[in-house]
């Protein structure tokens, strides 16, 4: 089955910066798309970025664009999001997700059947 396991979390100061990882198994990873979406605590889970098959498109977040960096590596099967300046703000639980369906705005959570656990970033100022 399908595996996507989330790396890289941590507690951070604002102004810092985290590399975020997600390791697949379980699906021809080249050949789909993917993407990052966080979930703060009382909020929706909301799309952060995301990145096709070879990642020569990419896309974000109007609240991340400029500070965070999606990209991939299809030797390693491998997703990564690098976080940069960080705010108090971007505190939530980060999650992978692969596999987006056709039809569907590639930062939209109905777009993917495939979720990792998700990893923790807490940022304090």
């Known amino acids: 089955q399908v595996q996507l396991v989330e790396s890289g979390g941590a507690l951070v100061q604002a102004g810092g910066s985290l590399r975020l990882s997600c390791t697949a198994s379980g699906l021809n990873f080249n050949d789909v798309a993917m993407a990052w979406f966080r979930q703060a605590p009382g909020k929706e889970r909301e799309g952060v970025s995301c990145i096709n098959w070879n990642g020569a498109n990419t896309y974000y977040a109007t609240s991340v664009k400029g500070r965070f960096t999606i990209s991939r590596d299809n030797a390693k099967n491998t997703l990564y999001l690098q976080m940069d300046n960080l705010l108090p703000e971007d505190t939530a639980v980060y999650y992978c997700?692969?596999?987006?369906?056709?039809?569907?705005?590639?930062?939209?959570?109905?777009?993917?059947?495939?979720w990792g656990q998700g990893t923790q970033v807490t940022v304090f100022s």
């Open positions: 997700a692969a596999g987006l369906r056709l039809g569907y705005n590639c930062l939209d959570t109905r777009g993917y059947p495939h």
